[in-house]
């Protein structure tokens, strides 16, 4: 990855210095993550609870923009315009860059249904099984790191092929011996786990954006 994209995992952890022992495991994290991008692929985020809110955040801006302005690239504006010539101006000039992900906490009628009908537990396996493709890349957070559900999913993207990237707490619990990288944040609590699980992906998410849309892209 590009310097200028790295450098918000140093700022991350000059700003807060206990993560500063991570600043290897974010990195990689990083570099598993943007080589999945720029091959194809897509990342899968899941988790529970708090967690799964911070796997909808990390979605929200990854799929849009969150520090970066995102135009299309102008082959992609000309497609437009040219298939739509009333409409195409507008749909080039509001749509923004993308960077593909998907939570898997977030559809309602497929986990109920599931959770239903078959074994709660597998909730995300099965999306993981659905979705995954080999060179995708899973993000699993749980603060303890033993999260059932969690823990199912990421024994799935191992048997596909896809990275498995862990957010968990000190212990790293299964998680940790199941991922490719594990960002074990120093807390035990879960409060405070979270309390250090933002700042670390929203770090993340600002060097995958700088990567693709930064002026040096």
């Known amino acids: 990855m590009k310097p200028s994209s790295l450098a918000h995992v140093d700022a991350l952890v000059a700003r807060m210095p206990p993560l500063a022992p991570l600043s290897e495991a974010i990195t990689r994290a990083a570099e598993v993550t943007a080589r999945a991008f720029r091959e194809g692929g897509k990342l899968l985020v899941c988790g529970n609870g708090?967690?799964?809110?911070?796997?909808?955040?990390?979605?929200?801006?990854?799929?849009?923009?969150?520090?970066?302005?995102?135009p299309l690239?102008?082959?992609?504006?000309d497609q437009f315009r040219r298939h739509f010539p009333a409409e195409g101006e507008a749909l080039a000039a509001g749509l923004q860059g993308a960077?593909?992900?998907v939570s898997l906490v977030d559809s309602p009628a497929l986990s109920t249904a599931f959770a239903n009908d078959a074994r709660p537990?597998?909730?995300?396996?099965?999306?993981?099984?659905?979705?995954?493709?080999?060179g995708d890349v899973l993000w699993c957070i749980s603060t303890s790191g033993n999260s059932a559900n969690v823990v199912q999913a990421a024994r799935t993207a191992r048997v596909l092929g896809l990275y498995i990237v862990a957010l968990t707490g000190r212990g790293g619990g299964?998680?940790?011996?199941l991922a490719d990288v594990a960002v074990q944040v120093p807390a035990d609590e879960t409060y405070q786990v979270q309390e250090y699980h933002l700042p670390v992906y929203h770090a993340l998410c600002l060097a995958l954006e700088q990567e693709f849309f930064g002026p040096d892209a």
Do not use: C, N, T
């Not at 708090?50 to 995102?70: C, N, P, T, Y």
């Open 121 to 134: 537990e597998l909730v995300f396996a099965q999306q993981v099984y659905g979705l995954g493709q080999p």
């Open 50 to 70: 708090g967690s799964a809110a911070d796997s909808a955040h990390i979605v929200g801006e990854l799929m849009k923009e969150f520090w970066l302005k995102r």
């Open 174 to 177: 299964l998680l940790s011996g």
């Open 99 to 101: 960077l593909p992900a």
């Open 73 to 77: 690239p102008a082959h992609r504006q």
